[in-house]
């Protein structure tokens, strides 16, 4: 029974109803309609008297919830009762809260809560307010809930991973296990560019190639399967997947997505087959990621039917373009020049050597030399000095030139034809982070697979030395990482199904998100392979053991394809313009306006109750952790559309206050792919049918979900959506997930499929 002598002086009324009204704050705030069942029924209760019931109806009111003080108080009064009493573990909220009442010392008729008619009245409450059959002491003891701990098939979760495509990711991991890809150490760029040309020519002998092209040029018309081939080029060398990448992806891309029949029939089949090896030249020295502003200029010759290809100075030359000593044709992106009139940015197809590899006059390549890493591609620069092409080689498919001579486009804005051009080719951004992410499986499967076999020190008197995986430290810098792998791992086969089933379609929100995804996938594997290097200690630093090839052939992943800081602007953008108008000063300033009027109060309603409820069961539900994700980026969003509108009635221009506010919108870029992320994880939970795989993917979210938030306490805790207290549950809950994630440790980098002759290090054998 209840030890009376710990209560606050609460009567028997008061008493039989808290228990009610406790866990109704504590699922969340007291709705009104809650609260007018509570009311309108504790009329006609004759056990709680006139006081009684205006001390609960101040309880009850969603406009005024219980101070923090007040709530502990409640909780204290029930774990106290919990504690004491014998059957608490059965007890009803109604059983517990009779008891309590009877147990009260003020309590004058103890009839009235041993009543059947009492406790009839009372559980029809229960009912109205939906919160039948809960248990008090399993609402309030959870917090040594025991985490989920299934044993589940390795074979189920990798299946699960890789989706249609398991049976073609297999056949190609078989491939490059057999000797002709065993990946080797080539010290010398020249012989090791050689080995990785060698391998890319087996690729295309093996009809890989052309996976995304049509059928009519050998193809298989599946731009899902090349994803997928690239992606699993990652476990094997990474300077085949970029080499591959740049020729079948973007030069052959550029030529089936811009160009029309007339490039498909003359080109596809042989760049298919790598008979026409080509490059990607966009990229000037003097411009990066400004590709409006390229300087390249292909100015058109009327007479002779020529574009006249030119690099005005030695700044504007192309730079940093793969495959561009092996090429024999790149598509060039220039400025389109007509009669005087600039046009914009078109690509052109420029023959670059003849069949004897010679270049052809007025063009100029240099060796970029040795790079950081992923020295297996040829890198180079390019210059063009008044280098002739045909009319033809223009790829026109959103512009061109008639008969007449004069410029044509079926999109009349430059600036829409522009980004139409740019977003047929974001594939290079679906697949460059799921290839970033091969390599970081390989370095936490080596990480992990050390850690179960490395022992250091004695944690007891006996001689045997404990496993570095047993350590909590240790846990806690490889399992979030691992969770996070998982996550990334499935909302980039999202984005990937997204894109392919967009192809051809308005292609702006898949953009963003693959701009967004690229940009947080490629950080975390820049990061996660130094955590894992760290890991292993000296022996990660052996180049036997793969870190070294890892760490410095991703490193790039981040400034490729776009950078990552820049592409992340690019992402708040979006979510500033809701992905539907581009970024001007009149329809911008409509956009801020209205997140301001529509957000202000909806938006930044906290819950009081929430913010400090630390139970394990609250922390552990996605519910918890969706409305966490999702209200910060929506209260990012609010503070970053507030600022900038200020900014803007102070006669800034929109370019200028976006720049003043450059920070806080990579913040919110960030926050709005955590919660893309978080959602495709939560979604791929529910909807796995095998209970083990669904369990312990039910683990890997929650873990990924709470060390996010705990990342961004300080977030949660300035804008008082948590209580410190919460935010120590947390991360108590973050250690205890490590633990339970440690003991399927192993399965789970299994599960990644990695054949033995991919991960190749030393330790990891």
Not at 78 to 91: M, Q, T, V, Y
Not at 100 to 105: I, P, Q, R, Y
Request: net charge neutral; hydrophobic share 35%.
């Amino acid at each position: 029974m209840t030890n009376t002598n710990t209560l606050p002086k609460y009567s028997s009324g008061v008493l039989v109803m808290l228990p009610l009204i406790y866990v109704g704050w504590a699922d969340g705030i007291l709705s009104p309609r809650e609260s007018e069942i509570i009311l309108s029924k504790i009329k006609e209760y004759p056990f709680i008297s006139t006081i009684e019931k205006t001390q609960i109806k101040s309880w009850s009111d969603p406009g005024t919830p219980p101070s923090e003080e007040l709530f502990y108080e409640w909780k204290n009064i029930l774990l106290d009762h919990c504690k004491h009493s014998k059957n608490s573990a059965k007890e009803s909220l109604i059983e517990s809260g009779l008891l309590l009442a009877k147990s009260c010392d003020d309590c004058e008729d103890p009839t009235y809560w041993a009543s059947a008619k009492t406790k009839e009245v009372l559980n029809d409450l229960q009912k109205e307010l939906g919160i039948a059959n809960v248990e008090l002491q399993s609402h309030l003891l959870d917090q040594e809930e025991e985490i989920l701990n299934s044993d589940f098939d390795v074979d189920v979760m990798l299946k699960i991973l890789d989706g249609d495509l398991h049976e073609f990711k297999s056949k190609v991991k078989t491939l490059l296990s057999y000797p002709e890809f065993k990946i080797k150490k080539i010290p010398e760029k020249e012989t090791y560019r050689a080995q990785i040309l060698k391998w890319c020519i087996a690729l295309a002998e093996q009809d890989l190639g052309s996976l995304s092209y049509p059928k009519e040029y050998g193809g298989e018309d599946n731009m899902y399967k090349y994803i997928a081939l690239f992606e699993t080029l990652g476990h094997h060398d990474l300077s085949l997947a970029i080499k591959f990448g740049v020729h079948f992806g973007l030069f052959g891309g550029s030529v089936l997505a811009l160009g029309t029949k007339r490039h498909h029939d003359k080109y596809l089949k042989d760049i298919g087959e790598m008979k026409l090896p080509g490059c990607f030249a966009m990229t000037e020295t003097g411009h990066g990621s400004n590709v409006r502003g390229l300087q390249t200029t292909a100015v058109y010759l009327k007479e002779e039917q020529m574009f006249e290809i030119n690099t005005p100075t030695f700044e504007d030359g192309k730079e940093y373009i793969g495959n561009a000593l092996d090429s024999k044709m790149a598509t060039v992106f220039a400025q389109l020049i007509i009669n005087g009139v600039q046009h914009g940015v078109h690509a052109f197809l420029v023959p670059l050597r003849n069949e004897e590899h010679s270049l052809y006059r007025g063009i100029k390549v240099e060796d970029c030399g040795y790079k950081l890493g992923l020295n297996g591609v040829d890198n180079g620069r390019i210059w063009f000095d008044k280098v002739k092409i045909p009319k033809e080689n223009l790829l026109n498919k959103f512009g061109d030139i008639d008969k007449k001579g004069e410029y044509q486009s079926s999109i009349q804005n430059p600036s829409k034809r522009f980004f139409t051009m740019l977003g047929t080719l974001v594939g290079g951004r679906v697949c460059v982070p799921k290839a970033g992410l091969s390599a970081t499986k390989n370095g936490l499967t080596i990480a992990i697979k050390h850690a179960l076999k490395r022992r250091q020190f004695s944690t007891t008197d006996q001689n045997q030395e404990t496993l570095l995986l047993d350590y909590p430290s240790h846990q806690m810098r490889l399992m979030p990482l691992l969770a996070k792998t998982y996550a990334l791992d499935i909302a980039l086969s999202k984005l990937a199904k997204s894109y392919v089933v967009n192809l051809g379609k308005d292609m702006r929100q898949v953009e963003g998100l693959a701009a967004g995804l690229k940009s947080y996938a490629t950080w975390f594997t820049t990061e996660a392979l130094q955590e894992c290097r760290e890991a292993c200690g000296g022996k990660g630093y052996l180049e036997e053991n793969r870190f070294a090839d890892l760490k410095a052939d991703t490193d790039i992943f981040t400034t490729f394809e776009g950078d990552n800081t820049v592409l992340m602007q690019l992402v708040a953008k979006g979510v500033l313009s809701n992905f539907s108008r581009e970024f001007h000063d009149e329809g911008f300033i409509a956009v801020l306006k209205m997140l301001s009027s529509q957000w202000t109060t909806s938006v930044l309603e906290k819950n009081p109750i929430a913010k400090r409820n630390d139970s394990s069961k609250h922390l552990l539900s996605s519910h918890f952790q969706l409305a966490a994700f999702r209200f910060r980026e929506r209260k990012l969003l609010y503070s970053l559309s507030a600022r900038m509108r200020a900014y803007i009635k102070q006669k800034m221009n929109s370019t200028e206050a976006f720049l003043n506010c450059q920070n806080h919108a990579l913040t919110l870029a960030e926050a709005h792919i955590e919660r893309y992320v978080l959602e495709s994880f939560v979604e791929q939970v529910k909807s796995t049918q095998d209970v083990a795989s669904k369990n312990m993917l039910k683990n890997l979210c929650r873990l990924y979900a709470l060390s996010t938030i705990n990342k961004h306490k300080g977030f949660y805790l300035e804008n008082e959506y948590v209580s410190p207290q919460k935010t120590k549950a947390i991360r108590r809950l973050n250690i205890q997930l490590c633990s339970e994630v440690r003991k399927q440790a192993l399965p789970l980098v299994q599960a990644f499929g990695i054949p033995d002759e991919l991960i190749l290090a030393q330790i990891a054998k």
